[in-house]
């Protein structure tokens, strides 16, 4: 890969989450999530690292970090909005990339989030994104898990909830395996784009299908914005959204530590 230039990452945390309530702080091997995902920032090798939240409590888990952390306010419809505020309270230059590490990515591996930055750069796109074949059924068909087409030339085609592509003569037979032949994807959770497109985005509309999935890429998709997709270059495991989410991530910390 090559010499990247400077990037910042900037990880959005929420204390009202409506799956799980307080997730930020939920602890994993005995320390709050955002911190572990702070470390995930850092261990990237970002030029600086921000944690943009709407909450005191996730500030307090913070205070004895270097991480700076910025009180935003709390209307905001999605992580990069948010982030936007970000951008415009601490003045980034148009041109300055931005990582937007979800705060529930507590596993998210420094390859992976050097890899979006890596494709802002080549595609030449507004945004960038990662996403990971998709091995299981049960994945799939699993609302939670957001699934990403994605065109010949790596451009985001469409994100849903749903299991798409529809596999539509290989699921007539059957259901509980899938086709080999099919390029499923799950989409990470991460996204790399200027500051400059940043604040631009936060202005934009929001969209109908961004509303009915749930998933802020879409409205830049329903703008005629271009996402470059790029396969994530190791394994990064699934987020926390859920409380079954987070004993699955626990596991996998506690099994790595022994």
Known sequence: MHTLP??????????ASTRLPGKPLQTIAGEPMIRCVVRRAQAAGASAVVVATDDARIADALSTTAVRV?????DHGSGSDRLAECAE????????????????EPLA??????AVVQALVEADTPMATLAMPIASAEELFNPNCVK???SADGLALYFSRAPVPWARDAFARSR???PA?????????IYAYRAGYLRRFAKLPSTPLERAEALEQMRALEHGDRIAVRVAPEAFPAGVDTAADLERVRRLVTSAAH
Do not use: C
């Open 6 to 15: 400077p990037f910042i990452v900037a990880i959005p945390a929420r204390y």
């Open 70 to 74: 910025l009180m935003t306010r709390a």
């Open 89 to 104: 309270r601490l003045g980034w230059p148009d041109d300055a990339i931005v990582v937007n590490l979800q705060g529930d």
């Open 109 to 114: 591996p420094a390859s992976g989030i050097r």
């Open 148 to 150: 990403v087409v994605a």
């Open 176 to 178: 509980e395996r899938l």
């Open 181 to 189: 032949d099919v390029p499923f994807l799950r989409h990470i959770g």
